[in-house]
Each structure stands twice: as structure tokens, then as C-alpha cells.
Nanobody, 117 residues
Framework: QVQLVESGGGEVQPGESLRLSCAASGSSFGLGAMGWYRQGPGKQREFVATIIRDGGTNYADSVKGRFTISRDNAKNTVYLQMNGLKPEDTAVYYC???????????WGKGTLVTVSS
């Protein structure tokens, strides 16, 4: 079992920054890809960014150039640096991890990010 716990959400004004963290525990050494998804008000959950163990990354077009995902394998933690936040970035952000063996998906409970003036 893997547990994922997000932190770092909050309310900011447009143009400001936030950094989200996701700490993995349990059998987290078996995680391959880790990443972030989000679900805005009245919307479906959508992909934001992902990073694999060797550091390769992928981003949704809507966040490219503004968000940066990073990972500390020693700490079993993944980060999402969010710059230039926009009101449309308002959402609950969920951490995701997928095991190397059997490709089992794990999710955190989410952290709320609100961008409002």
C-alpha cells in the first residue's frame, strides 16, 4: 500500500505563486511515475503534470511555461511549483502515483488551490 499526502494549497491572487508537495509513504519505493491532476468546480478531473523516476516530465498545455514538476526520490516527494496563477487554475489538486509493478494507481485526498482577486 502507498499513501500520498498533499500539502501547500491555499488562496492567492492572480499572478502569484504556490508550491504543492506530495509525500509518499508505505511501499513508495515501488512508485514509477508520479504527478498531479486537478478538478475545478463543475469540471472533470484533468491531467496537470507527471514525472518519472529518471526526471522525465510531461505537462498539460494549459500549464506549460507556468508550472514545474520536480521530484526528490530520496524523500519520496513530488513537488509542483505553480507560477503566474490564473483564476482558471482554481481546483482541488490531487497527487497521483503509479507502481512500477502491476501499474497500480494511488491517489491523495487533494489540496485546494483558489486563485481569486
Amino acid at each position: 500500500q502507498v499513501q500520498l499526502v498533499e500539502s501547500g494549497g491555499g488562496e492567492v491572487q492572480p499572478g502569484e505563486s504556490l508550491r504543492l508537495s506530495c509525500a509518499a509513504s508505505g511501499s513508495s519505493f515501488g512508485l514509477g511515475a508520479m504527478g498531479w491532476y486537478r478538478q475545478g468546480p463543475g469540471k472533470q478531473r484533468e491531467f496537470v503534470a507527471t514525472i518519472i523516476r529518471d526526471g522525465g516530465t510531461n505537462y498539460a498545455d494549459s500549464v506549460k511555461g507556468r508550472f514545474t514538476i520536480s521530484r526528490d526520490n530520496a524523500k519520496n516527494t513530488v513537488y509542483l511549483q505553480m507560477n503566474g496563477l490564473k483564476p482558471e487554475d482554481t481546483a482541488v489538486y490531487y497527487c497521483h502515483g503509479r507502481t512500477l509493478v502491476r501499474a497500480i494507481d494511488y491517489w491523495g485526498k487533494g489540496t485546494l488551490v483558489t486563485v481569486s482577486s
